[in-house]
């Protein structure tokens, strides 16, 4: 499949669902109104229920019920839970600056890569060490860009990651210490950071 073609994470499915359970129930003659709900730009921060809420989707509205697929789970099976089954999901970003130069000549440069490498390590000991054992929580990096050619030390390297978190608590404190710890990373290298968090 190509990336422009479909997004091939579950969204053509979730409307599929969507569309055909409005279907069924049409035929069901279920008493009293449905409202179906698509919601726009679910992963791109802010997304687009908040959009939703503020014009009103949610106006008369007794009860919600939201569906995501699960491929962990046998075709045809629907599993239910109570409380929380999705963490929130946020991004960020660290852009990492050094200075470049020659290949063979490390000692007059820093490395932004070598230095966006210890920041991705870093950032690994936040739910390893930096948070309660018992708090859900994964910070993933997923992208790494940096460096023009194999024997040049690179000025610069973006690195960019998502965070998911059940705590609110939790949440709140991700973007403080990322920074925290990708700017004294830097700073032990004698590189600069600018990070960015989007929630």
Not at 120 to 131: D, E, N, P, Y
Not at 176 to 182: L, Q, V
Request: glycine share 12%.
């Amino acid at each position: 499949v190509r990336e422009d073609t479909c997004h091939a994470c579950g969204h053509d499915a979730h409307m599929a669902m969507l569309y055909g359970g409005s279907l069924l129930l049409q035929e069901d003659g279920l008493a009293g109104k449905v409202r179906y709900m698509f919601q726009p730009a679910e992963e791109c921060p802010p997304g687009g229920a908040l959009g939703m809420i503020d014009s009103g989707v949610l106006a008369g509205v007794d009860m919600a019920f939201a569906m995501h697929v699960a491929p962990w789970l046998p075709f045809g099976t629907v599993g239910i839970k109570e409380n929380v089954v999705m963490a929130a999901a946020d991004k960020f970003s660290v852009t990492v600056r050094g200075r470049g130069g020659h290949g063979a000549m490390p000692h007059e440069c820093v490395d932004a890569v070598v230095v966006a490498a210890q920041v991705v390590v870093g950032l690994q000991a936040l739910a390893s060490r930096m948070s309660d054992p018992l708090e859900p929580l994964v910070v993933t990096v997923g992208k790494i860009n940096g460096g023009t050619a194999a024997n040049v030390i690179a000025d610069e390297v973006v690195l960019e990651g998502t965070v998911r978190t059940l705590s609110t608590k939790l949440r709140s404190d991700l973007p403080g210490w990322i920074e925290r710890t990708a700017k004294g990373i830097c700073t032990g290298f004698g590189a600069e950071c600018e990070t960015e968090y989007r929630s």
